[in-house]
């Protein structure tokens, strides 16, 4: 059976890139899904929300998926997705919640092109730590590091969630 690592965060923390930055450090039987490509190349959305601009994914079938691509090999599978909650306990290792200074995440969300009025929902679910909580709420507190990404290089951010993930799993 395999074991999942799921790096969750604020959006404008830089999943997208440490997806890219990850996958040229990965050893053998480790891998990386990405669940917003493949939950839209699989469809596997139930609805769109138009006041978010974003898709609502059906998360029973996402579950029942990720679980299976998980246990195809005995490694490590890190999944990157906005939300932490997307695999049954027993199948996580690890989560790690990527977050940033409120300013830069701002500035960066306002580049996108984000109304002020969804920027400003995203900074204060920042604030008040709701993916952590989430997280910690689906996978317990010793499973769950949150990671301030702000001035950091992609390169610095894989490496330490690389040494956390294989010192967690050789205990």
Known sequence: MGKAVVISGYPGTGKTILAGEL???L?????????????KKRKLFIAYDAKRGSHVYDLEYLEKWLS?????EEGVTFIFSL????LPGELIS???VLRGERDEIGER??????????IEENLEAMDVHEIEE????????????????????P???????LEETRKQLQK
């Open 68 to 72: 299976e691509e998980v246990n195809q």
């Open 94 to 96: 690890l989560v790690f």
């Open 23 to 25: 996958r040229k450090f």
């Open 83 to 86: 939300t932490p909650c997307i």
């Open 109 to 118: 969300l306002k580049m996108r092109g984000w109304s002020e009025e969804k």
């Open 155 to 161: 390169r610095e951010i894989a490496t330490l969630i």
């Open 27 to 39: 050893g053998k039987g480790e891998k990386i899904i990405e669940v917003d490509e493949e939950a």
């Open 134 to 153: 989430e997280a910690e709420e689906c996978y317990g507190k010793d499973k769950v590091r949150s990671l301030n990404t702000s001035g950091k290089l």
